[in-house]
């Protein structure tokens, strides 16, 4: 599918305080790369976890924070966040809703075999 129409596609919520809608992944023809942008409410935290790739995060709106191998990062609009394959990372905003594109250079990221959880429940990714 090279043209995907990323308005039809169903918003889903991943999480409490979470919602996403896929962009670009295996569902959609992709091989290689998956896109997802999630609305984060103020105050959210996800759990630490790990990806066996890097993920990159795109702040498009609001603040957000990362904290990679136990250092804390902040972004804001326009800033990106590289978080290197296998790092412990946990990320969350601040007092205002998020909005972030998350890429990824696998076409399913969140498949057991790809990440892994350490504290907390992964999230609703379908």
């Known amino acids: 599918m090279p043209v995907v129409d990323t308005a039809t ?73 590289i978080i290197p394959a296998r790092a412990v990372h946990a990320w969350g905003t601040f007092d205002v809703k998020a909005q972030v594109l998350f890429v990824w250079p696998m076409a399913d990221p969140f498949a057991p075999d790809k990440s892994r959880y350490l504290d907390g429940e992964p999230p609703r990714v379908a």
Do not use: K, Y
């Open 9 to 81: 596609m169903p918003e889903i919520t991943m999480r409490a305080g979470v919602t996403g809608r896929w962009l670009c992944g295996q569902q959609h023809g992709a091989s290689n790369v998956a896109v997802l942008r999630n609305w984060i409410e103020p105050g959210l935290a996800v759990p630490r976890h790990t990806h066996d790739r890097e993920e990159i995060v795109l702040v498009e709106q609001g603040r957000f924070w990362a904290e990679i191998d136990g250092v804390r990062h902040e972004a804001g609009p326009g800033d990106t966040v």
